[in-house]
């Protein structure tokens, strides 16, 4: 089992950058492929980013290629999602998540993911 724990979420203006930070607990940090998801209020989760357990592999949203990139840092047991360029339609509760396998899959569902962390929000004003 792992613990995860977003942070970094705020308000910003459109055309601004965040970084979010999830941290990890346990040692098998590095066995999970990870992931950014993010939700609207009223809307479904929606997948935003994924990184493989290796870190060499990575998929994105069309919605935020070219905008966002993910990152982990397997010793310091972190998952970052910087966020350039921002548009108010990503404003949303951000979430990080792990999945088990750590495959090098685009896994876009909710439900293949194992463990979640509590959100962070994320608001960009116009």
């Known amino acids: 089992q792992v613990q995860l724990v977003e942070s970094g979420g705020g308000l910003v203006q459109a055309g601004g950058s965040l970084r979010l930070s999830c941290a990890a607990s346990g040692r098998a940090f590095s066995n999970y492929a990870m992931a950014w998801f993010r939700q609207a209020p009223g809307k479904e989760r929606e997948f935003v980013a994924r990184?493989?357990?290796?870190?060499?592999?990575?998929y994105y949203a069309d919605s935020v290629k070219g905008r966002f990139t993910i990152s982990r840092d397997n010793g310091k047991n972190t998952v970052t999602l910087q966020m350039n360029s921002l548009k108010p339609e990503d404003t949303a509760v951000y979430y990080c998540?792990?999945?088990?396998?750590?495959?090098?899959?685009?896994?876009?569902?909710?439900?293949?993911?194992?463990?979640w962390g509590q959100g962070t929000q994320v608001t960009v004003s116009s």
């Open positions: 998540a792990a999945d088990r396998s750590g495959g090098i899959y685009e896994r876009v569902h909710p439900y293949e993911y194992d463990y």
């Open positions: 990184i493989t357990w290796g870190g060499r592999t990575t």
